[in-house]
């Protein structure tokens, strides 16, 4: 089967429909994670549409019943992987690797998965439904999702443990993982990077969403993080800061040369893109409709969409 | 008894020549932690992790899950305190097989309280699909590496290094959720289960207890979960005034926890004596001296076993010093 392409076009109008769609299940569910899907629709889009090279989706493209917690008698059961291509128990080591940090975008990677033709329409609709694969916040289990990833800081080792064992092994797949701004906060942020750097993961690539905002308030002033690109720098690391609304930008951003060391991509977001009807809220980090006021401004905006 | 050294050293490269999907990964601890030779060796599946044991977890997390099967070392207390979240959320929950090899178990360091993985059993007890093994000689630490490999999950050991007597033969290896019967009688007075290094303090004890005439079954226990040993049971059953345990760090969730829980579920209706740390910290000094200061030693298990039998047994700390001294002149 001929990989899919998708244009830059096809692009944006997927991360207008990811951003539409989570408004919608905001306005359904009485809350969601909406400024996330705001400032990472491209990034997320990009990811999986253009820099990413996965396989084709091996995930039942319907919303399955959660399988169980993994343990000896349970480690067969299906993978969100399985949806990036990536089969653990019969692995292409060709293909790249998606590893989510910041699950609490859960709703992103589910809608970014329907835009790919990788899940179901309907499979959102037991999008945090008690029961199902497709959690608020995701975990292994859940469409897209390769680990864990609740607890900040993990999943950048984690999927950095991963570029090393591929580096070792000789494997030609990239192991890309995303962030939020905000976990980097984060000790064992550090604690890889620094490792990553001494390794030398040149098959390694983060993706920060800077949006600037964490559940508090603005990240510069819950705990300043910047200047990012020289802290990355003088860490050993490649680092460039691009738009993270700009598609060609994001996916540039990837080619990036970085002999001998892992690469940051910085994308540089705002957390209300493209939805102005959450612009004067602050915080930002888990969007309430719990009035009949809101609910009505929500659902006008939804509907001119 | 036979003092061997620097068992674990031989049998990581042992394990390291027969699986080569094994890795070594190393806190800084590693010329502690007996793997200096492996590095030397197989610098190329020997990972210089940094002192920085969150990333090392979940770092190994992501090599066992394309495959490798890393071994990581450090002090047992940086291997659960330091890391339970990264223990749990990257290995725990997933089911992957890491192999966490925690040394100087207990007050086995004079590293004082920050060295000392005194309530870690209990701990990691509480962790679903983990495996503990409690170290107590030379012959376990040359089978342990092996049953940890063929463990289907993660596993937890608290490991003995340098000079550690051979107190089992060395043909006779530890088994998988087994205890070791080191003595058993028809009709018991008291059963003593002991772990890790207390089984010599154990076993110095129930050499005095025997020469007074007091019938006693003992089980060295070194795997600490799962517990389900039958045998262990059986003890408790016989056993006319009751049950104690002396175990190797706090009695709160350990090896006396375990045998409560285990007592509790068959209904056996015993009195039960815990000898280990009474639910506080220790502070830094040798071990003999800790375990008598923290009355973790053969005399408490001795006073002990006088109180379920409402006796006085007359049994001297000289009796005692003479018998392991005669042990250790034997090397």
Redesign the interface.
């Known amino acids: 089967m001929p990989k899919k392409t998708f244009t830059d076009k096809q692009i944006a109008k997927a991360a207008h429909n990811v951003r539409k769609r989570i408004l919608g299940l905001c306005i359904e569910r009485g809350g969601c994670y909406l400024a996330q899907a705001c400032s990472s629709a491209e990034i997320v889009t990009s990811l999986y549409m253009k820099i990413l090279n996965l396989g084709p989706s091996l995930g039942n493209p319907d919303a399955q019943p959660f399988p169980g917690v993994p343990g000896p008698k349970n480690m067969d059961y299906p993978k969100g992987s399985l949806y990036n291509g990536y089969d653990s128990k019969n692995p292409d080591h060709n293909i790249d690797r998606l590893f989510v940090s910041c699950c609490h975008y859960a709703s992103v990677i589910y809608c970014t998965l329907v835009e790919a033709g990788r899940l179901s329409e309907r499979a959102i609709e037991k999008f945090n439904v008690d029961g199902w694969n497709m959690e608020m916040i995701g975990a292994e289990h859940s469409p897209g999702f390769e680990n864990t990833a609740g607890s900040l800081g993990q999943t950048v080792s984690i999927a950095a443990g991963t570029a090393h064992a591929y580096k070792m092994k000789g494997y030609k797949g990239k192991i890309y993982c995303m962030l939020s701004d905000g976990e980097l906060e984060e000790g064992q942020d550090w604690e890889c990077f620094q490792a990553a750097a001494f390794y030398g993961l040149d098959n390694f690539i983060v993706y920060v969403d800077v949006n600037h905002q964490q559940l508090e308030g603005w990240t510069k002033d819950v705990m300043n993080t910047e200047p990012m690109i020289e802290r990355m720098k003088a860490f050993g690391w490649e680092a460039v800061e691009v738009d993270g609304h700009d598609i060609k930008a994001l996916a540039a951003a990837a080619k990036t040369p970085h002999k001998g060391k892992p690469l940051m991509v910085l994308c540089q977001t705002n957390p209300d893109q493209d939805m102005p009807i959450i612009s004067k809220l602050m915080p930002k980090h888990f969007i309430t409709v719990t009035d009949d006021a809101t609910r009505e401004e929500y659902t006008k905006f939804y509907k001119s969409m | 008894m036979k003092l061997e050294l620097n068992r674990h050293n031989a049998n990581i490269l042992r394990m390291a020549e027969e699986h080569p999907e094994i890795l070594v990964l190393s806190a800084d601890l590693g010329s502690s932690c007996e793997i200096k030779e492996f590095s030397k060796k197989y610098p190329?599946r020997y990972?210089s992790?940094?002192i920085?044991e969150?990333?090392m977890?979940?770092?190994?997390?992501?090599?066992?899950?394309?495959?490798?099967r890393p071994f990581i070392h450090t002090f047992s207390v940086f291997l659960y305190r330091r890391i339970l979240?990264?223990l749990e959320?990257?290995v725990a929950?997933?089911?992957l097989p890491v192999v966490f090899c925690g040394f100087v178990p207990g007050i086995t360091t004079p590293g004082g309280v920050t060295h000392q993985s005194t309530n870690d059993i209990g701990v990691v007890r509480t962790v679903?699909?983990f495996a503990i093994f409690d170290i107590g000689d030379a012959t376990e630490i040359d089978s342990v590496l092996d049953i940890a490999y063929n463990y289907?999950?993660p596993v937890y050991i608290r490991q003995l290094r340098k000079a550690v007597p051979r107190l089992f033969p060395a043909d006779k290896p530890m088994v998988f959720n087994r205890a070791r019967v080191i003595s058993k009688e028809k009709d018991a007075d008291v059963t003593i289960f002991s772990s890790s290094i207390c089984t010599e303090e154990a076993l110095r004890a129930t050499v005095a207890l025997k020469n007074k005439g007091v019938k006693v079954n003992h089980l060295h226990v070194s795997t600490l979960k799962p517990f389900t040993d039958p045998q262990v049971v059986n003890a408790c059953k016989n056993s006319k005034y009751g049950v104690l345990t002396i175990e190797n760090g706090t009695v709160v969730g350990g090896l006396g926890t375990c045998v409560a829980e285990l007592m509790a579920e068959k209904g056996i209706q015993k009195p039960l004596i815990k000898v280990g740390l009474q639910d506080q910290y220790a502070h830094g000094a040798s071990k003999m001296y800790l375990l008598e200061h923290y009355h973790m030693d053969a005399m408490t298990l001795i006073k002990g076993v006088e109180k379920l039998m409402g006796v006085k047994l007359g049994i001297k700390k000289q009796d005692l010093q003479e018998i392991r001294f005669e042990d250790f002149t034997a090397v």
């Open positions: 190329d990972l992790m940094g920085a969150q990333n977890c979940s770092w190994a997390a992501g090599l066992a899950r394309e495959g490798y979240d990264q959320m990257s929950y997933p089911n679903p699909n289907n999950g």
